[in-house]
């Protein structure tokens, strides 16, 4: 039986911020495990934000944001959020 899809699986502005998140975190040559290790965060997470699953949080915005040598603010700027 397929697994049901999460809660905010298709929200347009989640799936945007993944995709940039997913984007930064490449071209800075991070891999989501090493994402996952400098953020304190768990790698499935990373991944779940990366594909829009996850409603994160301001404060996990701004963990992610840092250690990809960005803002929060710039970050949902260049998602267009």
């Avoid at 999460?6 to 911020?17: E, F, M």
């Avoid at 975190?25 to 953020?39: M, N």
């Avoid at 990366?50 to 990809?68: D, F, K, M, Y």
Wanted: aromatic fraction near 2%; proline fraction near 4%; charged fraction near 20%.
């Amino acid at each position: 039986m397929a697994r049901p899809s999460p809660k905010h699986s298709g929200n347009p502005a989640l799936a945007s911020i993944g995709k940039t998140v997913r984007a930064i975190r490449k071209v800075q040559g991070f891999s989501q495990e090493d994402l996952a290790l400098a953020t304190d965060m768990d790698r499935s997470y990373i991944g779940g934000i990366e594909r829009g699953e996850h409603n994160l949080t301001v404060l996990n915005l701004a963990r992610i944001a840092s250690v990809l040598g960005t803002s929060a603010g710039e970050l949902l700027t260049q998602s267009g959020v």
